[in-house]
């Protein structure tokens, strides 16, 4: 590989963003130190490194120092640049415990409807913990973060700091989204990426408008569907009325779901807010288009676009004594058969599903009774084995025919790397 002189000609100063510190006036300490950090990073092998990597190994150096400032170290002069970069890695090293923290939460309440696209970037981000090289490029981020937010990490912000932020935000997003009706939740993300959960939906930008919407309309909000008579209300509601107005009814709206949904903290509402009032610019075009359809989707019962209500739909569970008699009834049964027969009678939860599936299909049992459930039921229950984490395993071992007979790769199907 070419090696070129370790300062590069134009240093990478100009493409960042404006620092509280003049840069350019600690040029000449800059470049010593950046000296150092190449001798340091070729492990003294070299004083040169590739221009690329230069400016890497100064952007982090600038980073760093940036960052050591922000959390209260005195402002850089060319006497203690080092002083303030070995700081920073102390900052960055706590910040890394709290990013893990995040992320340890996030995977413990992750939607079910969202569970292959967050579920790929959760584990992208154990591997930024294991790839994130904060001495020498403390400003990247080794990893691909494919799931949107409904409102992004600034681009200003790099390395750790994107990475906490990231999962800061993602943690008031779900905690939004747990407080629905899952299944509706499941139905209108279905609908919005033509039934293929493997798209980058953000679950938030979708629910929160029929959320607010239907609080408007005083209808249930857990139910997330907005009827076409309601659609009409809305914009009558709504093709007259100014942005202020829109605005103001938006926030309105925001703050009684807010209360209703039980979210607490002012971190939560203010998130609400701010994601309400990014709707009114949308409300106000497609009402004055006539159509409100694009902003608050009626759901119609189509295979193609979502799925009819499965077979267990967390419908009345029984109780502990009817349930623990089918069970001993179940280990009396002669055939896999006579038991799935059992199982389709007389169950209508998935709670009460998984509970059966946990104590009385063993071996290859299980096979036949994952065959008789529709699609959509073997959906949510590979939803509920994601939810319960890679540590999770029942006893009798159920949870590992399931991709043989709902493998992640079909539609709609959420997916655990064990």
């Given at each position: 590989?070419?090696?070129?002189?370790?300062?590069?000609?134009?240093?990478?100063?100009?493409?960042?963003?404006?620092?509280?510190?003049?840069?350019?006036?600690?040029?000449?300490?800059?470049?010593?130190?950046?000296?150092?950090?190449?001798?340091r990073y070729t492990m003294a092998?070299?004083?040169?490194?590739?221009?690329?990597?230069?400016?890497?190994?100064?952007?982090?150096?600038?980073?760093?120092?940036?960052?050591?400032?922000?959390?209260?170290?005195?402002?850089?002069?060319?006497?203690?640049?080092?002083?303030?970069?070995?700081?920073?890695?102390?900052?960055?090293?706590?910040?890394?415990?709290?990013?893990?923290?995040?992320?340890?939460?996030?995977?413990?309440?992750?939607?079910?409807?969202?569970?292959?696209?967050?579920?790929?970037?959760?584990?992208?981000?154990?591997?930024?913990?294991?790839?994130?090289?904060?001495?020498?490029?403390?400003?990247q981020i080794p990893c691909s973060?494919?799931?949107?937010?409904?409102?992004?990490?600034?681009?200003?912000?790099?390395?750790?700091?994107?990475?906490?932020?990231?999962?800061?935000?993602?943690?008031?997003?779900?905690?939004?989204?747990?407080?629905?009706?899952?299944?509706?939740?499941?139905?209108?993300?279905?609908?919005?990426?033509?039934?293929?959960?493997?798209?980058?939906?953000?679950?938030?930008?979708?629910?929160?408008?029929?959320?607010?919407?239907?609080?408007?309309?005083?209808?249930?909000?857990?139910?997330?569907?907005?009827?076409?008579?309601?659609?009409?209300?809305?914009?009558?509601?709504?093709?007259?009325?100014?942005?202020?107005?829109?605005?103001?009814?938006?926030?309105?709206?925001?703050?009684?779901?807010?209360?209703?949904?039980?979210?607490?903290?002012?971190?939560?509402?203010?998130?609400?807010?701010?994601?309400?009032?990014?709707?009114?610019?949308?409300?106000?075009?497609?009402?004055?288009?006539?159509?409100?359809?694009?902003?608050?989707?009626?759901?119609?019962?189509?295979?193609?676009?979502?799925?009819?209500?499965?077979?267990?739909?967390?419908?009345?569970?029984?109780?502990?004594?009817?349930?623990?008699?089918l069970a001993e009834t179940l280990?009396?049964?002669?055939?896999?058969?006579?038991?799935?027969?059992?199982?389709?009678?007389?169950?209508?939860?998935?709670?009460?599903?998984?509970?059966?599936?946990?104590?009385?299909?063993?071996?290859?049992?299980?096979?036949?009774?994952?065959?008789?459930?529709?699609?959509?039921?073997?959906?949510?229950?590979?939803?509920?084995?994601?939810?319960?984490?890679?540590?999770?395993?029942?006893?009798?071992?159920?949870?590992?025919?399931?991709?043989?007979?709902?493998?992640?790769?079909?539609?709609?199907?959420?997916?655990?790397?064990?």
């Open positions: 590989m070419e090696q070129k002189e370790i300062l590069p000609q134009k240093p990478a100063l100009s493409g960042r963003p404006a620092a509280p510190w003049d840069a350019e006036s600690l040029r000449p300490a800059l470049w010593e130190l950046l000296g150092r950090r190449v001798r092998d070299s004083s040169s490194v590739p221009a690329e990597t230069a400016g890497e190994l100064l952007e982090s150096i600038l980073y760093s120092i940036g960052l050591a400032v922000s959390a209260g170290a005195p402002p850089p002069e060319p006497g203690n640049l080092d002083a303030l970069l070995e700081f920073s890695w102390g900052v960055i090293e706590e910040r890394l415990g709290e990013a893990k923290e995040l992320l340890k939460r996030a995977k413990a309440s992750l939607p079910p409807a969202s569970a292959m696209a967050q579920e790929s970037t959760l584990e992208e981000m154990d591997a930024f913990f294991q790839r994130y090289d904060y001495r020498f490029f403390a400003h973060v494919d799931y949107p937010l409904c409102l992004p990490v600034p681009e200003n912000l790099g390395g750790v700091e994107y990475i906490r932020e990231y999962l800061r935000r993602l943690a008031l997003e779900n905690a939004f989204c747990l407080r629905l009706e899952e299944y509706a939740v499941t139905r209108l993300a279905l609908f919005h990426c033509r039934g293929d959960l493997s798209m980058p939906v953000n679950l938030y930008s979708i629910t929160v408008p029929n959320a607010l919407a239907c609080n408007i309309l005083g209808e249930p909000i857990r139910f997330l569907d907005i009827s076409p008579a309601g659609q009409i209300l809305l914009l009558n509601q709504f093709k007259s009325a100014s942005p202020e107005e829109v605005r103001e009814e938006l926030n309105s709206s925001a703050l009684a779901l807010y209360r209703e949904l039980g979210l607490s903290g002012p971190e939560e509402r203010e998130y609400l807010e701010i994601a309400a009032g990014n709707l009114v610019h949308r409300i106000i075009a497609a009402a004055k288009s006539g159509d409100l359809a694009g902003v608050f989707p009626s759901l119609p019962d189509k295979p193609d676009v979502v799925f009819s209500a499965p077979m267990f739909a967390d419908n009345e569970t029984m109780d502990d004594g009817t349930l623990r008699d280990s009396d049964c002669s055939s896999v058969s006579e038991k799935v027969d059992l199982v389709l009678r007389n169950v209508h939860s998935l709670r009460d599903l998984v509970e059966i599936l946990n104590l009385c299909f063993w071996e290859d049992e299980p096979d036949e009774m994952l065959r008789s459930l529709d699609g959509d039921t073997l959906f949510l229950l590979r939803a509920y084995v994601l939810k319960k984490g890679p540590d999770w395993h029942s006893e009798t071992g159920w949870e590992t025919r399931l991709p043989k007979i709902a493998p992640p790769q079909s539609r709609n199907m959420p997916h655990r790397k064990d």
